[in-house]
Antibody
């Protein structure tokens, strides 16, 4: 079955960096758009970024553009999110999710990894 | 960017009730609208895609309708396992989520 397992979350100071990883199995990774979505404590869902199967196309929310970089390794069936210049408002659970061949719908999702930005 | 507005933000209902949640887009998104269910402490789960298509494995008491700017998620008869927060999401231009609707027991 489809599995997505995020890692790399933790506590980081404002201005710091963190790299999240998402290891996947159970589907043809290179055929799927992949995405990162986050959820601040007690709040709703916020899309962060997505990447096409071939890595030829990426898109970012305005709130992270220029600070975060999404990438993937199709040979390793893995997705990454490099997060730089972190701010307190970046705190939350970060979910990795598939988005199908066309990027039109999201799921399945991983269980999430918590990122806390605090001094 | 496209804004998504859900109403109501919370709902107190009885088991067996019909539940309707609305989602409005700030501009025309055709039928590029999905619905998700999130239970406490869990990752979201896709319920409805392309406004009205039921995701495989989702009970038939869930249905979606609408196109353009106005969309609706309906639960025909609320079951205990349906107590959760529901989010709409547009995929017409980038992605945007609604703020969520929490469904609780009265």
């Amino acid at each position: 079955q489809v599995q997505l397992v995020e890692s790399g979350g933790g506590l980081v100071k404002p201005g710091g960096s963190l790299r999240l990883s998402c290891a996947t199995s159970g589907f043809t990774f290179s055929d799927h758009y992949m995405s990162w979505i986050r959820q601040a404590p007690g709040k709703g869902l916020e899309w962060v970024s997505y990447i096409s199967g071939s890595s030829g196309f990426t898109n970012y929310a305005d709130s992270v553009k220029g600070r975060f970089t999404i990438s993937r390794d199709n040979a390793e069936n893995s997705l990454y999110l490099q997060m730089n210049s972190l701010r307190a408002e970046d705190t939350g659970v970060y979910y990795c999710a598939t988005a199908g061949a066309s990027g039109s719908r999201i799921g399945p999702w991983g269980q999430g990894t918590l990122v806390t930005v605090s001094s | 960017d496209i804004q998504m507005t859900q109403s109501p933000s919370s709902l107190s209902v009885s088991l067996g009730d019909r539940v309707t949640i609305a989602c409005r887009a700030s501009r025309n998104i055709n039928n590029d609208l999905n619905w998700y269910q999130q239970k406490a402490g869990r990752a979201p789960k896709l319920l409805i895609y392309a406004a009205s298509s039921l995701q495989s494995g989702v009970p038939s008491r869930f249905s979606g309708s609408g196109s353009g700017t106005d969309f609706t998620l309906t639960i025909s008869s609320l079951q205990p396992e349906d107590l959760a927060t529901y989010f709409c999401q547009q995929s017409y231009y980038k992605w945007t989520f609604g703020q969520g609707t929490k469904v609780e027991v009265k």
